[in-house]
């Protein structure tokens, strides 16, 4: 079983839908994150945490949300869907007690969202 | 602020050439990693390699080899002899050192490989 999963891997919805991806974690790592990739654009951040009661956003958290359930899961929401959030959605993970702690990221397989 | 560039939008090559992919980064940390990640067509990310700002030796794996060169601030990616499994985006990112922060990634480089 992956170390980070999430949920679902494909999904294609309705502009003005509510949708909510989900990303689980057995690796015990205190940081999560969300990552959204569009071709010729890389990685951007959404959204990150770094722990429970710790949530941050990152370069374009406009029109989602996230929720850390738990040091294992971090939700990545969007409340009324629009096309051009159609894009491949990552989660990841991090822990800042390695040594030597270089931010190293921990991905999941990505999540495909397309938004008619 | 820092920032990744990958100016090479996309790159095309026959089975056997040697490709260079560039990165070339800005950060006013003096410590700092550097990273490259694998994207093949099944779009999950793989990790290749990590590099610290104080370890300036260029890295050698298999048909892999990275070097890095602080003077010019860059990180660039060689595959000798390419293959067409390495096919693929591949993206340069750079984190600040036990900072709260994340992952910057450039925007990606896509290698193809013809047989």
């Known amino acids: 079983d992956a170390d980070v999963t999430q949920t679902p891997r494909n999904r294609i919805t309705k502009t003005g839908k509510r949708i909510m991806l989900e990303c689980s974690q057995t690796?015990?790592?205190?940081?999560m994150y969300w990552y959204r990739q569009d071709p010729g654009l890389g990685l951007r951040l959404i959204y990150y945490?770094?722990?429970?009661?710790?949530?941050n956003k990152g370069e374009i958290s406009d029109g989602y949300s996230v929720s850390r359930q738990a040091q294992a899961k971090f939700s990545l929401s969007l409340e009324s869907a629009i096309p051009n959030q159609t894009a491949l959605y990552f989660c990841?993970?991090?822990?800042?007690?390695?040594?030597?702690?270089?931010?190293?990221?921990?991905f999941g397989e990505g999540s495909r969202l397309t938004v008619l | 602020a820092q920032k990744v560039t990958q100016a090479q939008t996309e790159i095309s090559v026959v089975e056997k050439e040697d490709v260079t992919l560039d990165c070339v980064y800005e950060?006013?940390?003096?410590?700092?990693?550097l990273f490259w990640y694998k994207q093949p067509p099944s779009g999950e990310l793989v990790f290749l390699i990590r590099?610290?700002?104080?370890?300036?030796q260029n890295e050698i794996s298999g048909r892999y080899s990275w070097n890095f060169q602080k003077s010019t601030s860059s990180f660039n990616f060689t595959i000798t002899a390419s293959q067409v499994v390495d096919s693929a985006v591949y993206f340069c990112?750079?984190?600040?050192?036990?900072?709260?922060?994340?992952?910057?990634f450039g925007k990606g480089t896509t290698l193809s490989v013809s047989s």
């Open positions: 990841a993970t991090s822990d800042p007690r390695a040594a030597p702690n270089t931010g190293e990221l921990f």
């Open positions: 990112a750079l984190t600040r050192h036990q900072a709260g922060t994340a992952l910057i």
């Open positions: 945490s770094f722990d429970v009661k710790d949530i």
């Open positions: 690796k015990g790592h205190d940081r």
């Open positions: 590099r610290n700002s104080f370890d300036e």
């Open positions: 950060t006013r940390d003096t410590t700092y990693y």
